[in-house]
């Protein structure tokens, strides 16, 4: 199997959340009828955790929850408006995807990113698909994993926006062993083109 393949499973496993998410639903549930799909679309295993589910709730939008897979709490359940990023990582034959969406739900429904209501959630998902449009404009051969850093992390801030992943790169290489990952951060000199494939 080809990474490719295995980044396949992924995405079609976050096409089929969106047709089975609703108010109500329970995290640990979510997270596992995904981890059954990965299974069934060819999946052998997941690296580390099979789903990452954050949930962003409408009362606390200045706080970042993320709950890994045994810190999932059974009482949390997704709401008629809720905004959850599902961060998926099948495994197959020891070769590894990794692929992350924002799923917004409004008014009870799971809706495209063209047709979100609240402004905040529309405009997030708006500079999400600016910033990946950025990046292929952006490198070339010659472009180091810092120089994205840079470039994409001012672009983030010029528009009042805050990187907040927790160890603030933006993405890293796909490899079989988690060690090897190159990531886009500051300090790291190499060059993108000089890895096989890099997710952001």
């Known amino acids: 199997m080809e990474y490719s393949e295995v980044q396949q499973i992924a995405k079609k496993t976050i096409e089929y959340a969106k047709t089975i998410i609703k108010p109500g639903m329970n995290l640990l549930d979510l997270r596992d009828l995904c981890e059954r799909k990965m299974l069934e679309l060819g ?49 197959c034959e020891n070769i590894w995807g990794d692929y992350a969406r924002t799923i917004i739900l409004e008014n009870s429904v799971v ?35 810092e120089e994205l850093y840079y470039h994409i992390n001012e672009i983030i801030l010029k528009a009042g ?13 796909i490899v079989k062993n988690k060690n090897d990952r190159v990531y886009t951060e500051k300090g790291n000199t190499q060059r993108i083109s000089e890895v096989k494939i890099f997710y952001v």
């Open 43 to 91: 999946a052998d295993s997941f690296f580390g955790i099979g789903i990452l589910v954050r949930l962003f709730l409408q009362e606390m939008k200045q706080q970042y929850r993320c709950r890994e897979r045994n810190m999932l709490q059974v009482t949390e359940r997704l709401r008629e408006n809720d905004i959850v990023t599902i961060d998926l990582s099948p495994q």
């Open 161 to 173: 926006f805050v990187n907040l992943d927790f160890m603030g790169n933006l993405g890293h290489s």
């Open 111 to 145: 809706v495209d990113k063209r047709e979100i209501l609240n402004e905040e959630w529309r405009k997030g998902l708006q500079m999400e698909d600016r910033l990946h449009h950025e990046l292929t404009e952006f490198v070339n051969i010659e472009t180091t994993f």
